[in-house]
């Protein structure tokens, strides 16, 4: 288990976006790393199970420093991926799944998601479109929620991460508990904060989400 979080807006305050990163701490205690570019920040908290050392460090940046990975999960068949993208010429630096995702972006783009088993979220930067990837995986066992209102999308493993941006308890939720016992996807009990849909993948552009469905557990 390991924590994400992202924010994409104008004016960043890198000290808060730190310490919010800090909330989620306990989902990754063995390594934090932060990265920041303009309009962007993405956040890491590690939790190490294949890869100990410090090559799985996250967020990931390529070796042409255009796009830079967040990972939250784990890839049961990221070995079988990795030989068909050496094969096309990459060059890996560690043995961690998160860089054959980052390349199997690079390589594929969105079809990547088609060709992974198992659990995960995970946010990819393209700094030269100015564009984020987003993705989750098919039966929703990784969670990933996010906010966005005007100018401002922010993404985060946990609630407590974002909810500075809505504290007010959405109107919608209450009458979806009070009718089903519980707030199904993608409903939050929070306002203006959803849980990004499983099976789905999505862009963030131009101030504007779009998601696309890819699969669903069967």
């Not at 995986?137 to 999308?153: A, V």
Request: proline content about 3%; glycine content about 6%.
């Amino acid at each position: 288990m390991c924590g994400i979080l992202g924010q994409v807006s104008r004016n960043i305050d890198r000290r808060e976006f730190k310490s919010r990163l800090g909330l989620l701490h306990h989902r990754g205690p063995d390594d934090y790393g932060v990265y920041f570019d303009e309009n962007i920040a993405l956040g890491h908290t590690r939790l190490s199970i294949l890869d100990l050392s410090s090559d799985g460090h996250q967020p990931m940046i390529s070796n042409c420093e255009n796009f830079i990975i967040n990972f939250n999960g784990e890839i049961y068949n990221f070995e079988e991926i990795k030989k068909d993208l050496i094969q096309k010429g990459y060059v890996f630096n560690s043995q961690a799944a998160t860089e054959v995702l980052l390349y199997g972006y690079i390589e594929y783009k969105e079809n990547i998601v088609n060709k992974l088993n198992g659990m995960f979220v995970f946010s990819i930067y393209d700094k030269k479109e100015a564009k984020l990837f987003l993705a989750r995986d098919r039966s929703g066992m990784k969670p990933l929620y996010y906010f966005k209102e005007d100018k401002i999308f922010s993404f985060s493993s946990e609630l407590r991460a974002i909810t500075k941006h809505s504290s007010s308890i959405s109107l919608d939720a209450k009458i979806l508990f009070l009718l089903l016992g519980f707030v199904p996807e993608p409903f939050n009990i929070y306002e203006k904060i959803s849980m990004f849909p499983a099976g789905h993948y999505g862009y963030y552009k131009d101030n504007k989400l779009k998601t696309i469905k890819y699969d669903e557990y069967k």
